[in-house]
């Protein structure tokens, strides 16, 4: 009974001092980030080459975009340098936060006319604790969002030069201010993430592409139907985001001033061709509305067997091209916006357009 007892004891002495010490921990390193000690992020998932000539343990600013203050951190002899993120403890009381690592991915997927759009590799925030760029290095850093093997892939990520994220200022510009625009964009997206096609070619006039979406074989049509009803459907709240929802025809009064919004809106007379369909845009947002979305939203547990993978292509080609031109309607120049955004031109000049390199100065 005795030794039943000590080892009682024993083992509530372990659990209470267990007990404090993760109390301890947890007041040290806080998991409600960003918080006061935790307001840097290491952005995995873009890697900055060096051809601007940092130095190891450099950290360069580099931007503001919203409510992020962004630098360039050579964080490790001859290894591409990283992006971080110096965030306000403000954004936890939006209802929604832009992030400046999302706004550079959808506006250098629009840039890439949505070439290999994917859900995979999305950038991602990996917190860091007590961050200081004085001291601070990369194994000398807690992590509240790292695992070991990530640790040691720090430096994967989509390869760019500082002047290309530059590039976008005036969309991530747009992005920041205009929901509507920020909407219809991450839509667009997910609808080529979903189905993929080659936007370049499939709007191309030429009459030679390299590779247009071709229907599916028949073993191959019944997996394939919901990323093509979630394409569909993608594309068509996309263009609502723009232009709202199509009005009753049989109303002139109505189409009428649904007309005259998309040509103040986007610049687009919707009696034009939308070449695609061979259909007048107006006409083509009909058929999206009403013969080509709705069955793809509310199935009610059918198989819509009869939509095609074309009509899929031209849902997605056509909210390309309205959310396109709002943008290209609603943009300031990119200089305007660079300055807007006040990056770091001093760093930007600095940077080779003729090369590139992870080499570090010594």
Not at 169 to 179: F, G, T
Not at 307 to 319: D, I, T
Request: charged letters at 25%.
């Amino acid at each position: 009974m005795e030794d039943k007892d000590a080892l009682y004891t024993a083992l509530k002495a372990f659990y209470d001092a267990e007990v404090e010490r993760q109390e301890k921990l947890k007041e040290k390193y806080p998991d409600d980030v960003p918080n006061t000690v935790c307001n840097h992020a290491f952005i995995r998932g873009y890697s900055l080459e060096n051809s601007f000539g940092p130095k190891e343990g450099d950290y360069n600013y580099f931007c503001q975009i919203g409510f992020e203050t962004l630098y360039i951190w050579t964080y490790q002899k001859n290894v591409n340098s990283a992006l971080v993120s110096e965030t306000q403890l403000s954004v936890k009381e939006l209802p929604y936060w832009k992030t400046a690592a999302n706004l550079i991915w959808l506006s250098l997927s629009f840039a890439k006319c949505f070439e290999c759009a994917t859900m995979d590799d999305l950038p991602d925030y990996k917190w860091m604790y007590y961050f200081d760029p004085c001291k601070s290095t990369i194994d000398n850093t807690t992590f509240y969002n790292l695992s070991s093997i990530e640790q040691k892939f720090m430096s994967t990520g989509i390869h760019l030069k500082p002047t290309e994220i530059a590039s976008l200022a005036s969309v991530i510009e747009l992005l920041i201010r205009d929901d509507q625009a920020y909407t219809a964009l991450s839509l667009v997206f997910s609808a080529f993430c979903t189905h993929s096609c080659c936007l370049i070619c499939e709007m191309s006039k030429h009459p030679w592409h390299d590779h247009l979406a071709e229907e599916p074989s028949i073993w191959q049509q019944a997996q394939m139907l919901p990323s093509l009803e979630t394409a569909v459907v993608q594309s068509c709240r996309a263009v609502e985001a723009i232009i709202g929802e199509p009005p009753n025809q049989k109303k002139p009064g109505k189409v009428f001033a649904h007309k005259q919004h998309w040509k103040d809106t986007i610049g687009i007379d919707p009696d034009d061709i939308f070449e695609k369909a061979n259909m007048s845009y107006l006409d083509f947002y009909y058929k999206l509305f009403f013969e080509l979305r709705n069955p793809s939203a509310h199935s009610y547990g059918n198989i819509h067997y009869d939509l095609a993978r074309k009509r899929a292509v031209e849902s997605q080609c056509f909210a390309a091209i309205i959310v396109q031109k709002y943008i290209d309607k609603h943009t300031v120049d990119n200089e305007t916006a660079i300055d807007s955004l006040k990056f770091n031109r001093e760093l930007l000049d600095k940077v080779s357009e003729t090369m590139s390199t992870c080499m570090t100065k010594e």
